[in-house]
């Protein structure tokens, strides 16, 4: 028998690879169809993306960025917003931002095109920048950036110790005139023990935390709590005023000593010793204490206190101790009472009060204070908030006792 030869042998037998080479164009043809119609940043560098997006728009947000989340723990912080436009030759054109299309959060009629927008509630939010003509028409829209804002749950719960000393708070502010309209009064507790000054938070868990810092001087450079925020804890006895303060902060800078510290990160605590007598009084008088307080460089310059009104020089055998943070410091200290001259601690007095931080980051003077009180003005007596000294009762001995292990 003969076998029937195949004279000439298929032309894919002969080249095998030929259908693999096909395939593999065929497939990249599809994966560049793929890629424009939906491009995700697997397929090419985000930053690439950016820049040729860029350049599509006259007017372009550069920040907030598309699909950004803000978590924010307080009301006062804010979006940072940057808007470049090019080729804005006609001086009567303005600028207006919008958010979620309608409601106008900004105008400009000059650059730079930056502003911090506090958007003051959680959700997703739109926004747009338009330039427009004399006549409000809009002659370049921007691109669209989408964002969303979301709040922790502020957790100042305000430590209720019995309603014994509830109704001592009460009654302490029933009897006497006091600024309502610069913040809710903070609470100081008697402490039977006194802290120990070391730099350290640990035995202030028993005393009252406030948090809810306000960005006061210079406030339109607050936009968020890595860049300046607090908590602080102060208690008394008849020896002396003590606090403890960790502050957040981004950048720590402090290289200033004696009247100078405000320059620098510091923390100033202002009291008014005769609030009620000096209610009407907006100046400071003699019975005003402004104590300034440097946490020191933590490389040669100690913590260090200093009285710039009404004397000027150290608060006399004030302890401090302080603690370098990677993302701030605390600061801790005892105050002898007779640095306030003619005043002497009575359970349930009710002083003018605020303490303030101030952030100094890359600049050479202060950028930004957040204090206690809704405002502060160095000199002016009449934006302080109330603080209130109240004798609960020996506190850290009760709170030892009735609650021996909080941690599993
Ligand atoms: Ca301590
Ligand atoms: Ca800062
Ligand atoms: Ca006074
Ligand atoms: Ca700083």
Known sequence: MKKKYIKYTNFLDRFPFIPIIIILILSLILLFAFKNKFPFNFFSATQQQEVESESEYTVFITSPSNNEIFSFINKNETIPVEIKAKEVENLNYKLVVLVNETEEIKTFSTPPYEFNWNPNEAGEYEITANLLDEDDNVISASNKVTFLVEYEEETDESTVISMDVEEKKINALSNVQYRTQNGEPLFSYKCYVPPSIDGSMSEWEFFEKFSSFNPTIKKENYSSHTDVSGIFYSCWDDNNFYFAI??????????????????????????????????????????????????????????????????????KDAVMASTRLSNGYILEASIPWYNFVNYSPQDEDVLGFTVSIFDTDNLESTELVISSSTKFEINNISTLGTLVLIDAGDIQQEEETTEPSEEE
């Open 246 to 315: 960790q502050v957040i902060d981004d950048v720590f800078n402090q290289s200033f000593t004696g009247n100078q510290i405000n320059k620098g990160d510091s923390i100033t605590l202002v009291f008014d010793t005769e609030l009620e007598e000096d209610i009407q009084i907006p100046f400071r008088n003699s019975d005003d204490f402004q104590i300034d307080f440097s946490p020191g460089t933590f490389s040669g310059i100690y913590a260090e206190s200093f009285i710039s009104w009404p004397t000027g020089g150290p608060a």
